[in-house]
Antibody, heavy 119, light 106 residues
Framework: EVQLVESGGGLVQPGGSLRLSCAASGFTFSSYWMHWVRQAPGKGLVWVSR????????SYADSVKGRFTISRDNAKNTLYLQMNSLRAEDTAVYYC????????????WGQGTMVTVSS | SYELTQPPSVSVSPGQTASITCSGD??????ACWYQQKPGQSPVLVIY???KRPSGIPERFSGSNSGNTATLTISGTQAMDEADYYC?????????FGGGTKLTVL
């Protein structure tokens, strides 16, 4: 079964750090570009970051640039999001998603992991 | 930055046709896709490349994209279709989502 499973969310104080993980299974992880998308409570989907298949190219939303770092370990079939200098407005469910190049869309999503930034 | 605009809410009676629009500058020149999200669940792709349905998505879901507007159409809407729907397109950002539309089936 094709699956993405996020972990690493939790409660963190403003200014703190957190690393999210997304474990992939059921497909050739190293062949796909991967993304992080977040959703604040009661709000819409917001794109956060993207990484290409071999990890050599990354992109970030302006709101997280310089604070978040996306990376991947293709040997471990795992995607990461290192989040530093966290702010209250980063509070959200964070989803990892697979970019299907033929579809030009996100065809597989994880179940999400909740990040709460609060003192 | 590129923006996609959706109506906050759309209501439809069971068995009728629901149309959800997504507007953006020259959106018809880009591919648009649509996601369905039910409460407490992850988004699910229902339309990609303007009008194509992934495997497992019912035929009642269809899409179009022309000019500045992409449209998701649900024919013979069922109670199970009640959900939030998001359009998405690719830009220099590189990914843009619409604000989402809550579809109510009354």
């Amino acid at each position: 079964e094709v699956q993405l499973v996020e972990s690493g969310g939790g409660l963190v104080q403003p200014g703190g750090s957190l690393r999210l993980s997304c474990a992939a299974s059921g497909f050739t992880f190293s062949s796909y570009w991967m993304h992080w998308v977040r959703q604040a409570p009661g709000k819409g989907l917001v794109w956060v970051s993207r990484i290409n298949s071999d990890g050599s190219s990354t992109s970030y939303a302006d709101s997280v640039k310089g604070r978040f770092t996306i990376s991947r370990d293709n040997a471990k079939n795992t995607l990461y999001l290192q989040m530093n200098s966290l702010r209250a407005e980063d509070t959200a469910v964070y989803y990892c998603a697979r970019e299907e190049p033929v579809a030009d869309a996100f065809d597989i999503w994880g179940q999400g992991t909740m990040v709460t930034v609060s003192s | 930055s590129y923006e996609l605009t959706q109506p906050p809410s759309v209501s439809v009676s069971p068995g009728q046709t629901a149309s959800i629009t997504c507007s953006g500058d020259k959106l018809g020149d880009k591919y648009a896709c649509w996601y369905q999200q039910k409460p407490g669940q992850s988004p699910v792709l229902v339309i990609y490349q303007d009008s194509k349905r992934p495997s497992g998505i019912p035929e009642r879901f269809s899409g179009s994209n022309s000019g500045n507007t992409a449209t998701l159409t649900i024919s013979g809407t069922q109670a199970m279709d009640e959900a939030d729907y998001y359009c998405q397109a690719w830009d220099s950002t590189p990914v843009v989502f619409g604000g989402g539309t809550k579809l109510t089936v009354l």
